[in-house]
């Protein structure tokens, strides 16, 4: 079975560019979270999806935004990009989201901010 | 806000030594999650922990959940090359409303030595 995917693998913007990133989940999995990890740290929670809907949201800026799609996919949507937004953007799949379920991470996408 | 911190930061052994990491959360956890994360790679999911007290292994890893439900460890023992990597925990706060929010400790970087 194919796990969590996402695309691009590796991306360069520069500040004040538009970004989007997209997701995956695991065949079967209904809920989608992002997460950005900057170098030399643990992962950073940014949002939760399920069903289309958000149902969590870290600390961050509005500049940060997603969506689900019907097919549970997921994209990541990050406006006017800051230096401090080059980071490892991870996606994570489960079944529906809830407290007891194991997350599954895909392979992220590095962004580079110049 | 919510934290969870995890110590060391790194750690260096000779292969065949043993290596523990901790976490402690400065809020009750729902249960915790354990991940490693190789060099350039992602955080795969190792064990997840979720009864006061719990302890589990794998192998040569111990993980343990603490009876107060805010720390955990995970123990390895006879380190092997193949052990290298960050470990991260990852605990699900009880008032994050049911919703599959983690906090991810900032990691122990673990090297072998042969």
């Known amino acids: 079975d194919a796990g969590v995917t996402q695309s691009p693998t590796h991306l360069i913007k520069t500040r004040g560019q538009h970004v989007t990133l997209r997701c995956s989940p695991i065949?079967?999995?209904?809920?989608v979270s992002w997460y950005q990890q900057v170098l030399g740290q643990g992962p950073q929670f940014i949002f939760q999806?399920?069903?289309?809907?958000?149902?969590g949201r870290g600390n961050f800026p509005d500049r940060f935004s997603a969506r689900q799609f019907p097919n549970y996919s997921s994209e990541l949507n990050v406006n006017a990009l800051l230096l401090g937004d080059s980071a490892l953007y991870l996606c994570?799949?489960?079944?529906?989201?809830?407290?007891?379920?194991?997350?599954?991470f895909g392979p992220g996408t590095r962004l580079l901010v110049l | 806000g919510q934290q969870v911190m995890q110590i060391p930061q790194y750690q260096h052994v000779q292969e065949g030594e043993d290596f523990t990491t901790y976490c402690n959360s400065s809020?009750?956890?729902?249960?915790i999650q354990w991940y490693k994360q190789r060099p350039g790679g992602h955080p795969v999911f190792l064990i997840q922990?979720?009864?006061?007290?719990e302890v589990k292994k794998q192998k040569r890893l111990t993980f343990q959940f603490g009876e107060a439900k805010k720390n955990s460890s995970l123990h390895i023992t006879a380190t092997q090359t193949t052990d290298v990597g960050t470990y991260f925990c990852a605990g699900r706060p009880q008032t994050s409303g049911g919703y599959n929010k983690l906090i991810f400790g900032a990691g122990t970087r673990l090297a072998v030595h042969p």
């Open positions: 922990l979720v009864k006061s007290g």
């Open positions: 999806y399920y069903e289309k809907e958000e149902r």
């Open positions: 065949s079967g999995h209904k809920s």
């Open positions: 809020t009750t956890l729902s249960n």
């Open positions: 994570a799949s489960s079944t529906t989201g809830q407290s007891v379920e194991t997350q599954y």
